[in-house]
């Protein structure tokens, strides 16, 4: 039986942006068992003295690994921090960065969603985790738990909302005239780097501090001379852009981030839909493509990533009348492949419903707003939480930015 959310609490005092992490994933098998480990120490907390050493005693007999790479690499960033306030030892283990490496590779990628107009009053309660809020910020990439957004002032800034570290990127230009194309890490360097496009030519900047670099962009494809929209998806050290609508013959854009060059890709044959997604697929990239006038999503996965060739994997019908879906435009009926085994939301803002099917086509929740004091669109881009340093966080001035708005719900 599918569940229906209807109506998130509005609060009367608006605001212009939240930004939401959104998580419809299935909880993981050993989720329960860090859950009663984090209760344990927060119940310790108010405990008496003696009672609050007789369970820190407790945990200390764990061996060191057991406390490490079972329990503490499977607990979320906010856990990690209060576990670094337990006791010398544990802060030790909890910032090695070894450690906050494979616990940020054990985070869950999720979606981000953006609400505008009201706000809920209790997000954990409509099965999302907000990441904060501000009027004036705008998230244009995110890589590695970082975000990098255009705030308020007119500047960008890189934030790592884990941490709540940020660092303005002065020698990149004002927003507005500039459209970003991705943050991502540069393998050979160790450095974050943004790729923009401004006018008809891409440049690479390196962050925080650095001067752009023009990238020569080959001729002989059409496609590279589009503006590519929706956030890239990272596979083999390349970022990979779908068609935008309704230019689906040009195929994929493709961006090799060690060598720092452009090329093009085959799309799946067939794939003529008014809507194309890209998704990681847990060792490849998904291709998805949405026929809302038949209200079905068909799903393929790059099956050899040098010959370009595409494997069919799902078709996913919504059982539910293509009518609900027609009632929107094109541009305003979209969908988001949720997880390798099919799992597909699919919304459409003027109805102001989101559908989340499984692979099979079976409708598992519908989620409902209202039109008039909130808006809420899923924007493409994944939040994965990290508490690993970064350089670029570390610099001389730096840490003096002023901290966006939007960490003052964190």
């Given at each position: 039986?599918a569940?229906t959310?209807q ?5 009367t005092?608006?605001?212009r942006?939240r ?5 419809l ?5 050993t ?6 480990v ?6 310790a ?5 003696a ?5 820190r ?9 057991i406390?490490v790479?079972e329990?503490l ?8 921090l209060r576990?670094r ?7 030790r283990?909890?910032?090695?960065p070894d ?8 985070q ?13 009053s209790?997000?954990?309660?409509a099965?999302?985790r907000v990441l904060?809020r501000g009027d004036g910020?705008?998230?244009h990439?995110?890589?590695d ?11 960008f800034?890189?934030?790592n909302?884990?941490?709540r570290q940020?660092?303005?990127?002065p020698?990149?230009?004002t927003?507005?005239?500039?459209k970003i194309?991705a ?5 050979k360097?160790r ?9 008809a030519?891409?440049?690479i ?6 001067s ?12 590279m001379?589009?503006c ?6 990272v596979?083999r050290?390349h970022?990979h852009w ?12 493709v961006?090799?981030?060690?060598v720092?060059s ?14 194309a ?15 809302y006038l ?16 595409w494997a069919?994997?799902?078709h996913v ?6 009518e609900?879906?027609?009632?929107s435009?094109?541009?305003y009926?979209?969908h988001?492949?949720l ?5 597909v ?5 003027c109805?102001?419903r ?16 209202e039109y ?5 669109k899923?924007?493409?881009h994944k ?11 570390l610099?001389?001035g ?6 966006p708005?939007l960490?003052k719900r964190?």
């Amino acid at each position: 039986m599918a569940r229906t959310k209807q109506g998130l609490p509005v609060s009367t005092q608006g605001i212009r942006r939240r930004m939401l992490v959104a998580s419809l994933l299935p909880q993981s098998p050993t989720a329960a068992a860090v859950d009663d480990v984090v209760a344990i120490e927060r119940e310790a907390v108010g405990e008496p003295v003696a009672r609050r050493a007789r369970s820190r005693r407790a945990l200390h007999r764990l061996p060191e690994d057991i406390v490490v790479w079972e329990i503490l690499v499977r607990l979320p960033a906010r856990d990690i921090l209060r576990c670094r306030a337990l006791c010398r030892s544990w802060s030790r283990l909890a910032s090695a960065p070894d450690f906050l490496l494979a616990h940020h590779r054990r985070q869950p990628s999720l979606p981000l969603a953006v609400l505008y107009g009201g706000t809920a009053s209790s997000s954990t309660e409509a099965g999302h985790r907000v990441l904060g809020r501000g009027d004036g910020c705008m998230l244009h990439a995110s890589c590695d738990g970082l975000l990098l957004l255009s705030m308020s002032n007119g500047c960008f800034s890189i934030c790592n909302p884990a941490t709540r570290q940020c660092a303005s990127l002065p020698d990149l230009p004002t927003p507005g005239y500039i459209k970003i194309a991705a943050l991502y890490l540069h393998r050979k360097s160790r450095e974050y780097r943004v790729l923009y496009r401004k006018a008809a030519v891409y440049y690479i900047l390196t962050v925080p501090v650095g001067s752009p670099s023009c990238i020569v962009v080959p001729s002989d494809s059409p496609g590279m001379k589009l503006c590519y929209l929706a956030p890239p998806v990272v596979f083999r050290n390349h970022l990979h852009w779908g068609p935008d609508w309704p230019h689906y013959d040009v195929g994929l854009l493709v961006f090799d981030t060690v060598v720092e060059s452009f090329r093009s890709m085959r799309c799946p044959a067939g794939a003529t839909g008014s809507s194309a997604h890209l998704r990681d697929m847990e060792g490849s990239i998904g291709f998805s493509w949405l026929d809302y006038l038949r209200s079905v999503v068909t799903i393929w996965v790059l099956e050899d990533y040098e010959r370009e060739v595409w494997a069919f994997k799902y078709h996913v019908k919504f059982p539910f009348p293509a009518e609900i879906l027609c009632r929107s435009s094109i541009a305003y009926t979209c969908h988001c492949v949720l997880s390798h085994e099919g799992d597909v939301l699919v919304y459409s803002i003027c109805d102001c419903r989101i559908f989340h099917c499984d692979g099979d086509g079976k409708l598992l929740e519908e989620f409902r707003w209202e039109y008039n004091s909130q808006r809420l669109k899923i924007i493409g881009h994944k939040f994965k939480e990290s508490l690993v340093e970064h350089e670029l966080f570390l610099r001389r001035g730096a840490a003096c930015v002023e901290q966006p708005s939007l960490f003052k719900r964190l």
